[in-house]
């Protein structure tokens, strides 16, 4: 199973016991639970994001996270990403498959990157977050005024802004 977690494109976030739930559904029927987190640094304030491998260890055995600073730090160009696997059995799958393809070559400089993104880039994730809740709530009172039938679809993750048109 693909778990965007928060979700992409809407920016559901998540919550511990929904997590939680999946996850044991996946262990019940013996499936894979891929979680792509890729979006996980850009929740907005008052939300909490639950990465996948914050659930107790039973839970996560099955359990691979996709990871990457491509969509938080504005560097998808770059093609840096990072494969976390618990269980042995799975990473060694995981390995096989990207290795045999050839995808595990990452370029010159997206490690570097990587690295410089997670450690030296905390303010400007921060003034980045700020300008997406500014844009939203500009566009939530554009709506208000003008297209008071036309309701936001998104909802707290996210760069992604939907809107509900049905009415």
Not at 17 to 25: G, H, R
Not at 63 to 76: D, E, M, R
Not at 84 to 98: F, Q, S
């Amino acid at each position: 199973m693909i778990l965007c977690n928060p979700h992409n494109p809407i920016g559901r976030v998540w919550d511990r016991s929904e997590l939680a739930k999946i996850a044991k559904l996946c262990q019940k029927y013996h499936v894979l639970l891929v979680s792509d987190e890729i979006h996980g640094d850009l929740v907005f304030k008052g939300t909490v994001y639950t990465p996948i491998f914050d659930l107790p260890d039973s839970l996560i055995d099955n359990t691979v996270a996709l990871i990457s600073p491509s969509k938080n730090f504005n560097i998808a160009v770059l093609h840096a990403a990072t494969v976390v696997a618990p269980n042995d059995n799975v990473r060694a799958r995981i390995n096989r498959g990207i290795n045999n393809d050839e995808l595990a070559e990452p370029n010159l400089l997206s490690i570097p990157a990587t690295v410089a993104a997670y450690r030296n880039s905390d303010e400007w994730l921060d003034k980045l977050k700020g300008s997406l809740a500014t844009n939203r709530e500009y566009v939530a009172f554009y709506l208000q005024a003008h297209l008071p039938e036309v309701k936001f679809a998104s909802e707290n993750a996210t760069y992604l802004l939907w809107l509900d048109v049905s009415a």
